[in-house]
């Protein structure tokens, strides 16, 4: 019965392996881009297709490591001085993107004669980018260290700034979420802002020295257990507190990336993330259910394009405000 099961294991482990070497570069042949191979590689072989996977779900809490240790490694080449330099993207055009674009989808949800609290909720969710795609896509690209791409990151960072007072506001907006008190929402908020300051703290005064004593040691295996356990804990520390586990992991990189071993790091932790970002991939389009998509094609294929097309406008209409 052992062997049997190990024998499936295995399967999957080959399966899983098979689908990204075998779809990625065809998508990238047609220049359709990695994460679509990815995305098309899950669908074929999840629960929704060959039945390979019947339950994506504990993959993808799994892969969702790849995205935090892609976060920490895009931190790790951002200088804090650099990071202020940004602060008028991050505040003024993030903030300003952010609000523009959820009151125009609010609209759109209104308009189609959803309540209120529906359209809000739907056009908030459809604000906030994927970071792990936009990420991967600026990088495949060489864009990251362009000024475009510093723009596309300081938006970033502010959606996932913004995903605790929104979570409080959705929760509001809830049933019954009247019942709940301001001062808990502010609670919350107050939460998230104490972990980050604790985070910035431990990482100028701790870390470095941390490193140093285990660079002493010379075991570079221990090094490279001390770089997953920052990674890690910085981003079960935010995911605690109310906010993105790839936020956690950001600030951390950011902290190191004048360190003197911030090479060592990038180096222990880059195996790590090609793996764990492919197979997030792969569990996202596992997830996704191609027959709820087809018994709701219309009501999909509507307002995604006018999601699409009326946050590209709020985007421009920014864009210009801000020259």
């Known amino acids: 019965m052992a062997a049997e099961a190990s ?4 399967v999957q482990v080959v399966a899983l392996l098979a689908a990204g070497v075998i779809a990625v570069p065809i998508f990238k042949r047609i220049g359709l881009g990695s994460i679509l191979g990815y995305l098309a590689a899950g669908v074929v072989i999840g629960p929704f297709g060959l039945r390979i996977f019947s339950e994506s779900e504990a993959i993808l809490h799994v892969a969702e490591l790849g995205v935090v240790m892609f976060l920490f490694i895009i931190g790790l080449e951002m200088q804090p001085s650099r990071l202020w330099g940004l602060r008028r993207e991050i505040f003024g055009l993030g903030a300003l993107q952010v609000g523009v674009c959820a009151v125009l989808l609010t609209l759109v949800g209104l308009a189609g004669g959803f309540p209120i609290a529906q359209s809000f909720v739907a056009g908030a969710g459809f604000v906030l980018t994927s ?8 990088e495949e690209r060489g864009e990251i260290a362009a000024p475009k791409g510093q723009r596309i990151v300081s938006i970033l960072l502010l959606e996932d700034l913004m995903i605790v007072p929104l979570l409080a506001l959705v929760a509001f907006l809830a049933p019954g979420g009247a019942e709940t008190s301001m001062s808990e929402r502010l609670t ?3 939460i998230g802002i104490a972990a980050i300051v604790g985070l910035v703290v431990a990482g100028r005064y701790l870390l470095n020295p941390l490193f140093r004593i285990l660079a002493d040691a010379r075991a570079r295996e221990v090094m490279t257990a001390a770089a997953l356990l920052v990674v890690l ?3 079960l520390a935010m995911q605690l507190s109310g906010l993105s586990m790839a936020m956690g992991a950001f600030l951390a990189g950011v902290l190191l990336s004048e360190s003197t071993f911030r090479h060592q790091l990038e180096a222990d932790i880059e195996p790590f993330r090609g793996i764990l970002l492919g197979l997030f991939f792969l569990a996202v389009g596992m997830s996704l259910d191609l027959g709820v998509v087809a018994q709701n094609w219309r009501l999909v294929a509507i307002y995604v394009v006018a999601y699409m097309v009326m ?3 709020g985007i421009y209409l920014v864009a210009r405000m801000l020259k």
């Open 7 to 10: 024998g499936s294991d295995l």
């Open 131 to 138: 970071t792990a795609i936009v990420m991967q896509l600026l």
């Open 188 to 190: 919350e908020v107050g």
């Open 233 to 235: 804990g910085s981003a």
């Open 311 to 313: 946050k590209g406008l």
